[in-house]
């Protein structure tokens, strides 16, 4: 019998570096963006708000990092899971802190589900280049 | 590094002439509305419910106010923004508080974002008649 | 009329540094801690869990962080204030997010209040020392 | 068989004079506070916050009036009615909402309980007199 399993997760490092990669994009693209980093087990590990960036998205970004942490999805791919189940496209969406739309991913180590990140404050696809600039650290 | 940043907010007594302007303006329009003033951090600071005003607007209307303070958007444009965006329109409106649909406008000082109001209990084009009456006391 | 008040607020800048400042501190005292830091509208501005922090003070170091900035008095003197008034004592403690124990501080810019900081992970002392090495950041 | 029931409730205009009673009386005292108006059934009809009041008192205030206004005796009064009783004591004020300090004070026609009035944002002392300023409109 295994008693115990192993689980990689995001360091309290990485995840501040991962911040400040994703807020660096953002001022490039001229966005002010909340970033939030989840660790493997769901629970908050780093978050941002940059000046101006809009208090709607605190939650936002947490939900989507939760979201992408907890199921191991980009939450971008959740949409085209959905959208010919009506079922599941009426109902799913209710489930607590899930979010379906993009700039929420998950953080691997090797094929491990180590964490997510979530990112909001502006377009999807800007949200969604301020994450890959995150996750691109973990591949340098 | 700039250590502090200064916020414009919506002082008290400019949130009760506010409240009164929307109200006089209901009142012209034959409706009982509810009338919420957020300031600029998203928190309550006046709210009025006319005689005979419906119980379910209580919370729309602050909700409506939230959203717009801190989204800095009226809430009669989320719509045209996620119509074509199947994703967002099915997800978004998920948002704890965020409303879709007319009735909240951002208070602005200048360009800053300075609070927000929400009405409810009209039509969608009476609640935003009443907040346009409210906002026109900022300009005079 | 005043119509809009200006406020100080915290910038996301200062933030982040005061999030170092305290983890800093928490290291040399050989604990690991969550630390939140609120804008002056009490929302939530940075946050930071260093790796074997608890996860049952993700919350609590947002609650102190939130007090703080939300009745601009350090978390540590709310029980001196209660604790020969039995009702308040019995009853106040089960406002939502208040934190009546040590680890919570007000950020003031000169006299305004301008946001919080609150660290939970250490004894009492040890999340308050954390703080004050966050704060002192301001008067260097 | 009586088939309806006739309730008495405050009335919009009663509230908004009751607001601007309490104000008066907090600017006398040198103190901000939030006052929230509920009416017989115990739903907000008016809310005012004071520039520099709490925003910890905004939900306290509305608990205060909720609560005399859900069981028609002041807050101020709860404490000496559970203190002997420890089962009370400490299960009671799990209560959603049941504010066991002063502050709140139930609004009457006559006999009938017709709504109720909270006060946060001084001391236990102040806020009572605040309430006791909009209370004394009734009987004028």
Redesign the interface.
């Known amino acids: 019998m295994t008693m115990f399993i192993e689980k990689k997760t995001v360091?309290?490092d990485l995840?501040?570096r991962m911040i400040q990669a994703a807020k660096e994009r953002a001022a490039e693209l001229g966005i002010a963006i909340n970033v939030a980093i989840m660790?493997a087990?769901g629970?908050?590990?780093?978050?941002?708000?940059?000046?101006q960036a809009?208090?709607?998205?605190?939650?936002?970004a947490q939900d989507k990092a939760y979201t992408a942490a907890a199921f191991g999805r980009p939450t971008?791919e959740?949409?085209d899971v959905?959208?010919d189940k009506p079922a599941l496209?009426t109902g799913i969406?209710?489930t607590k802190r899930?979010?379906?739309?993009?700039g929420g991913y998950p953080i691997r180590c090797g094929n491990d589900l180590a964490g997510g990140i979530g990112v909001s404050g502006g377009s999807?696809d800007q949200d969604q280049a301020c994450c890959e600039a995150a996750l691109s650290l973990i591949n340098e």
Chains 1, 2, 3, 4 share one sequence.
Not at 43 to 51: E, G, I, K, V
Request: charged content about 20%.
């Open positions: 360091s309290s995840a501040e660790d087990g629970n908050l590990l780093a978050f941002s708000r940059m000046d809009p208090l709607l998205s605190i939650d936002i971008h959740w949409y959905i959208k496209k969406v209710h899930l979010t379906v739309f993009g999807t």
